[in-house]
């Protein structure tokens, strides 16, 4: 009964919203094993967490009309996405080499900022060239911010990040391993591979996808093929937005640091200045989905197209 009874009150006071199938399977399990699931739930059965800052992009004024391809903006719009925005000059990477080549420009282009978060940065050839371009462009006097996920750091190797630290890159982890365990966040985890410069300024560039920053994401590794991913770079407004989204996560990873409210200040101030697009211009949204987010956005998102 106690265990059941945790179950709801989390549940509930996060706002949890469960697919079907996993709460029938927690209750059964709390019922059955009470003692191996408490624990167990504790640890790992959180998976919606309270907001870490209204997105600063957010407006759900998006204007309705008759055309049935907005349906996905004023949707998302609806689950509290930010409103579309104007970009230029995209590029979809055709291959690992080409990636890398965008991910590199878009760093060493950097005069004002440059955010970069990534799952892993790996101990190898493309994490080295990486952290050398990053600790140049903080040489260089560029604010240099790098949030690397707690357990992907482990996983890539353990990269030494005291020489970035020592060149004047500022650096979190995101919830390391048994960090606040008590509170189920063992196995929240950051998959978000980002890299935005400039936001704010004429230059603002988002370079962005599925690929970590290893080896085996852009050049393959002896015997073994790159692996296949998607990844893309830009030019514009849209770019805000995934500023954004780096500025919440990085208040996350260290909500307790000074200075926090007057970056998301800043933050907000750069985003709700977006332009607003001319006919015929392309606009794009950034859909954040995960556990800062009351909805399963992009699940959502595809079941209705669906």
């Not at 003692?35 to 957010?58: D, Q």
């Not at 005069?111 to 940065?121: A, E, G, P, R, V």
């Not at 920053?213 to 805000?240: C, I, K, N, V």
């Not at 697009?277 to 954040?288: K, L, N």
């Amino acid at each position: 009964m106690a265990g059941l009874l945790v179950y709801v009150v989390v549940s509930h006071v996060l706002h949890q919203r469960r697919h079907p199938s996993a709460a029938i399977g927690w209750v059964l399990f709390m019922f059955l094993l009470p003692y191996i699931a408490l624990p167990l739930y504790l640890l790992f059965g959180t998976r919606k967490l309270a907001r870490t800052g209204h997105s600063s992009t957010v407006d759900s004024t998006v204007r309705r009309n008759d055309d049935a391809s907005t349906w996905p903006a004023e949707m998302a719009a609806a689950l509290g996405q930010p409103r579309p925005a104007t970009y230029r000059a995209l590029c979809v990477h055709p291959d690992g080499a080409g990636s890398l080549r965008a991910l590199l420009e878009v760093i060493d282009g950097a005069q004002h900022t440059l955010d970069l978060c990534t799952f892993i940065l790996g101990r190898d050839a493309v994490g080295a060239a990486v952290s050398a371009h990053l600790a140049a462009r903080a040489r260089a006097g560029v604010r240099v911010r790098l949030l690397l996920d707690g357990v992907g750091r482990m996983l890539g190797g353990r990269v030494d990040l005291s020489v970035l630290m020592r060149a004047g890159v500022q650096v979190r982890l995101f919830v390391p391993p048994l960090h606040s365990p008590l509170k189920g966040r063992t196995n929240l985890r950051n998959h978000r591979k980002l890299v935005v410069a400039d936001v704010g300024h004429a230059d603002e560039r988002l370079w962005c996808g599925g690929r970590n920053l290893a080896a085996e994401y852009f050049e393959g590794q002896p015997g073994h093929s790159a692996w296949r991913d998607l990844s893309f770079d830009l030019q514009g407004a849209l770019a805000r937005q995934a500023a954004d989204m780096f500025q919440r996560d990085w208040a996350f990873a260290a909500p307790s640091v000074t200075g926090t409210a007057a970056a998301v200040t800043l933050a907000e101030a750069d985003t709700n200045t977006a332009p607003v697009a001319a006919p015929g211009e392309p606009v794009g949204q950034v859909i954040a989905s995960g556990p800062d987010q009351a909805d399963d956005t992009v699940y959502a998102l595809l079941v209705s197209a669906a």
